[in-house]
C-alpha cells in the first residue's frame, strides 16, 4: 500500500540534500566547534556558514541567528528574554489560535502575576485589529502573534501588528514556524524584534529550531552555562542538524516561488475536488489568506478521529481539528475560539501539502476521500 504524506504541518521529510549535509558530523567530522585546534575549528566554520544561510533565507544578519533545539524553545526564550529585560512591564499580548508553545507559556505567566489579553478571532480566524490597538498599553512588555496558524494555516497581518507595537516602543515577537519557507520572509522590511522557526516544518530533522533576535536588542538567555551562540545560549551546538537546517534554508530560499506554486495548486485542487464530491463539507480558515499547502476541511456529523483511522487504512496520513482531552473528543481550541459548530469542528480534518506531493498522490486522495466520509455518515449517531 502507498503512503500519501499529507501532513507536512506536523513534520516534514528530511530533504536528501539536507541528510547528505549531515551525515559527515555523524562521522569523521566530530569536533567541538568551541575548541583552539583546526580539527574543530573546521566544524565551527560549518556552524557559521549555517547561520549566514538561515540569515540570508530571512533577510538577517548572521549574528541575529540564535540557533535552538526547536521551534517551542525559540518560543519560550522570546517570551522569557522579554520578560527579564522589561521587569517593570507588567503584561501580554498574543491569541487564542497560538500554538501552545505560546499559549501556554502566557498563561503560565499569568500565573506568575502578569496580566494577560488573548485575542479573538472571527468565524474565519481572523483577529480584529481595534481589539488589537485597543490592547496595546504603556505596562505592554511583549506582543507574540502567530506568522501562520498550524492548523488552518490563516495568515496573519504580522507587518501592521509589528509596526503598531514598535510606534508604542513595545517588542514584537513572532511564532513563524509555520511561515518559513513557504512564505517570503524579510526582517529588512518587517518589523519585529524576535521570530521563532523549526527546522523539522522545513525538510530539516526534528530537533533544531532558530531564535532571531535583532541586533540592538536587550537579550536574557534561557539556557545559562557556557558560551556558545555568543553568550545567548548554553550548550554544544548541534552540529550536525545546524549544518542540515543551513542546506534546508538554502533550498527553501532557492525554490521558494515554484514551490508555492507547486502545492497551492496541488492543495486547490484537492480542497475543490473534495468539497465538490462531499455533501455538507466546508473549509475552515480564511481562504483569502492562508499558506499556501495547507486546507483544513469540515465534514458535517462525522467524527475527525474516525475519518483519520479509516483515511490510515488507506496510507494516507492526515490530521484532525481534534485533541483527546480526558477521553473526550474535544475540538481543537483553534476552531473553538472561531466558534465553528461542534457538528462541523468534530469532523474537521487538516491536509498539508509539500515540495514531495504529487499529483497522482492528490489523485488517489480524491479517489478514496468521498467513500470514508460516505461510510462513516452511515453509521453516525449524528443525525440533523
Ligand atoms: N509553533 C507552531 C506554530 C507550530 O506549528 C509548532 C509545531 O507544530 C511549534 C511552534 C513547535 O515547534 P517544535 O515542534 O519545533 O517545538
Redesign the pocket.
Known sequence: MQTVYLDN??TTAVAPEVREAILPFLGELYGNPSSMHSFGGQVGNTVETARERMAALLGASPEEILFTS????S?NTAIWSALQTRPEKRHIITTRV??P??LSVAQYWERQGYRLTLLSVDGKGRLDMDEYAAALSDDTALVSI?F???EVGNIYPIQRMAEMARERGILFHT?A??AVGKCPIDLGKLPVDML?L????LHAP?GI?VLYIRRGMRFRPLLRGGHQEGGRRAGTENVPYIAGLGVAAELAQQHMEEERQHVSRLRDRLEQGLLASIPHSMVNGDIENRLPNTTNIAFKNVEGEAILLMLDRLGICASSGSACTSGSLEPSHVLRAMGVPFTYAHGSVRLSLSRYTTESEVDYVLANFPKVIETLRAISPFKD
Open positions: 504541518n506536523a526547536c521551534g517551542s524553545e518560543d497560538e500554538h508553545a505560546i502567530m501562520a496558524n498550524n511564532d514556524v509555520q521563532s523549526s527546522g523539522h516544518k526534528k529550531g
